[in-house]
């Protein structure tokens, strides 16, 4: 992968995270393309347009049909039908039975279907008038759900765009709509309502306390851990990982019931995983280093806190100021500290943050009933696929 001179080519090299991010059965495309020298020079043999592609490792079971002549990485493996396969329907029946496939996996640093084990895996077929027949069938089909499908995952982006507007209104302009407006004097604030006054966070919020305040703790103890796939963008946290002190104290970020913790790194950030820890074991968490944690003092309610780290006013102002590598860049802290925010008083913060409470609640459990929809969907498509593959459904 070193060599110059066998990328930035014409010639299509599928990899495992291509098939991932494929939302069609043909790929025609990837993230890397390698040149004719690239290809002279390893092992990958080209494959011919409509051969079924599928990955055999991390993970096993993504399959696409090969829309031009392509070749592939080594966690891949490519199948070229032969005269008595309809490749569309090769196509489906891989695709039916994928977690199968996964089952044949083997191997101790990760998962990989070997050729021995992938030959061996037996493949029904019908005449070739059938198995067109079948495609055909299930290309209607799909089609259809797909469709469905895609009109509902539209909906939830519309949800969370609404969600998001929601937020960012009411915490730069409170809940009054006739309220009178005055020149923050910041840049990113612009008007805000004329009895709020602009603040620093860290005025606000002690910044990722010190663990000293717990190091007195027996090294036996047990606290809650929260990797950061446990803390969900709508505000939600799994409690359930705990170690003890001894384990945790030296190499992971610390806080307590009713701090903010809020990831510092991309895409995370951006995502907006960010809760109020409330769940803790004796009180006391640790999660990975890429987190910020807000612990806020008398001025602040942390849950109007909580809703401000969500705005677009400040992840966009965030963004701006990451720093890092492309695709792992991170909010600094004095970042945090130094950002300034137009704030009402306590009293009315807390009347913003309860009627988000309510606000944000109604759209995630809106947004909760279409995705449980369009999860039944995706199992209905698969039922339906391995059904007429296997000639439970009639289609001639």
Request: hydrophobic share 35%; aromatic share 10%.
């Amino acid at each position: 992968s070193s060599e110059e001179n066998y990328w930035n080519g014409e010639i299509v090299w599928i990899t495992p995270n291509d098939l991932s991010k494929l939302t069609e059965v043909y790929i025609k495309d990837s993230e890397r393309k390698i040149t004719e020298d690239g290809l002279c020079n390893c092992s990958a043999k080209k494959v011919p347009m409509n051969s079924i592609i599928i990955s055999t490792r991390a993970p096993i079971g993504y399959v696409a049909i090969a829309g031009v002549d392509l070749c592939t990485n080594q966690g891949c493996k490519s199948l070229i039908p032969t005269k008595v396969i309809n490749h569309k329907y090769f196509y489906y029946w891989i695709y039916s039975i994928s977690f199968y496939l996964n089952a044949l996996g083997q191997g101790t640093t990760f998962m990989e279907l070997s050729n021995s084990s992938l030959s061996i895996v037996e493949l029904l077929t019908p005449s070739m008038n059938e198995q067109k027949a079948i495609a055909n069938f299930l290309d209607q089909k799909t089609a259809e759900i797909d469709d469905l499908i895609a009109d509902k995952e539209k909906l939830v982006e519309l949800l969370q765009e609404k969600r998001q507007v929601v937020i960012s209104e009411a915490v730069t302009k409170g809940l009054n709509p006739n309220v009178k407006m005055k020149d923050s004097g910041v840049e990113w604030i612009g008007e805000m309502p004329e009895h709020w006054e602009v603040n620093r966070i860290k005025y606000l919020a002690t910044v990722n306390p010190n663990k000293s305040e717990v190091r007195y703790l027996p090294s036996e103890q047990k606290v809650t851990f929260i990797p950061m796939d446990k803390i969900i963008a709508t505000g939600k946290v799994d409690y359930a990982l705990t170690n003890t002190m001894e384990n945790l104290i030296n190499n992971y970020t610390y806080f307590r019931n009713e701090d903010i913790i809020m990831a510092k790194v991309t895409p995370c950030f951006e995502n907006g995983n960010i809760a109020i820890v409330k769940g803790l074991l004796n009180g006391i968490g640790f999660g990975t280093t890429e987190l910020h944690v807000l612990r806020c003092n008398n001025k602040c309610y942390n849950r109007f806190l909580f809703y401000y780290l969500q705005s677009d006013i400040f992840k966009s102002k965030g963004i701006s100021e990451m720093y890092g590598v492309a695709g792992l860049k991170r909010i600094p802290t004095d970042f945090i500290l130094n950002y300034k925010l137009g704030i009402p008083d306590y009293q009315e913060q807390e009347q913003i943050a309860n009627y988000l409470d309510k606000k944000t609640s109604q759209i995630d459990e809106l947004t909760y009933s279409i995705q449980l929809q369009i999860k039944k969907l995706k199992e209905y498509r698969q039922s339906l696929i391995s059904e007429a593959v296997t000639g439970k459904i009639k289609v001639l």
